[in-house]
């Protein structure tokens, strides 16, 4: 079976810089004939990946954070080519979800026993993503994370109580024939259930039900923050009193804001933003049978 391993080499905190070894020592050869690149710029990914499909690999590896599973992902989705991945980024909310190992050599040696799934994957005005998504405050905070040269989890939420004075907003709710008004700090677009680093944003998003989990943040005192946030560190966000959660095959967010996140990479939007689920589109290895 081939497998391509595509490396983002400046992804995270630098835990892939041995990952040639890894793979060497821990993968089944006598189940894998593999293959690694390297990513050189923003988009490369995709480009490798397309290179990786047209020489018929079976299995596609991203060893990155987010970003870089969402690019290799949105070249696979309706294809028969599995997706796997490797975590080396900052959150690695999607490796996390499926039960990657934050250890690497651990995480390659999943690769020799991980089974087969089908899950849903999403679109935002089109622009494909398989992890958590959103509009506001975390659109903001992804803004400016990836300007910052010290990645990281603490660097994250250092930055998330630097900008706590970030107000809510109007946005307007189209979805199963219904219209609805809300103020609101964000709204995420899980597909799965974390952003990353086990932080989760939506605890009971399931990869595979055909519907998305709009997580709906509403505005609370400077003072209830830490308290909030230890609720999503734990998987309690749903017991906030701050939080509503609309569960649906698709919605059409109307706002002023002028940026999204897709998997924690920002896009530019003009007011309006439709996120559809696009039902058992993708192949993935999960290990251990694990979703």
């Known amino acids: 079976m081939k497998i391509k391993f595509i490396v983002n080499p400046v992804s995270g905190t630098g835990k892939q810089k041995n990952i040639e070894r890894y793979i060497n020592q821990y993968l089944d050869k006598n189940k894998f004939d593999y293959n690694i690149s390297y990513t050189e710029k923003s988009e490369h990914a995709k480009e490798i990946c397309k290179l990786a499909i047209s020489?018929?690999?079976n299995i596609i590896i991203a060893v990155g954070g987010d970003g870089t599973v969402n690019e290799i992902a949105s070249e696979l989705v309706d294809t028969n080519i599995t997706l796997g991945v490797i975590p080396?980024?900052?959150?690695?909310?999607?490796?996390?979800?499926?039960?990657?190992?934050?250890?690497?050599?651990?995480?390659?040696k999943q690769i020799n026993k991980s089974d087969t799934q089908i899950i849903d994957s999403c679109t935002a005005n089109g622009d494909k993503f398989i992890n958590v998504s959103g509009i506001g405050f975390d659109a903001h905070i992804?803004?400016?994370f990836s300007g910052l040269k010290q990645r990281g989890f603490w660097n994250y939420i250092k930055l998330i109580f630097k900008e706590l004075n970030y107000k809510s907003r109007k946005y307007t709710l189209e979805y199963n024939s219904e219209v609805k008004e809300i103020n609101a700090l964000l709204i995420s677009f899980a597909n799965a259930t974390q952003y990353g680093n086990n932080f989760k944003i939506s605890p009971n998003s399931d990869l595979s039900d055909g519907k998305i989990d709009f997580v709906i943040v509403k505005n609370m005192k400077r003072w209830q923050v830490p308290q909030f946030l230890l609720k999503i560190a734990r998987g309690k966000i749903q017991q906030s009193e701050h939080v509503?959660?609309?569960?649906t095959k698709e919605m059409k967010i109307l706002s002023d804001d002028k940026i999204i996140h897709l998997d924690g990479e920002v896009k530019q939007i003009n007011?309006?933003?439709?996120?559809?689920?696009?039902?058992?589109s993708l192949?993935?290895?999960v290990p251990n049978g694990k979703k």
Do not use: D, R, T
Not at 88 to 108: E, L, P, Q, R, T
């Open 283 to 285: 192949k993935i290895l």
């Open 55 to 57: 020489e018929k690999y």
């Open 244 to 247: 509503e959660i609309i569960q």
């Open 88 to 108: 080396c980024g900052s959150g690695n909310g999607f490796a996390y979800h499926i039960g990657m190992n934050k250890n690497i050599a651990k995480a390659v």
């Open 142 to 144: 992804a803004n400016l």
């Open 271 to 280: 007011k309006n933003v439709i996120v559809k689920c696009n039902p058992k």
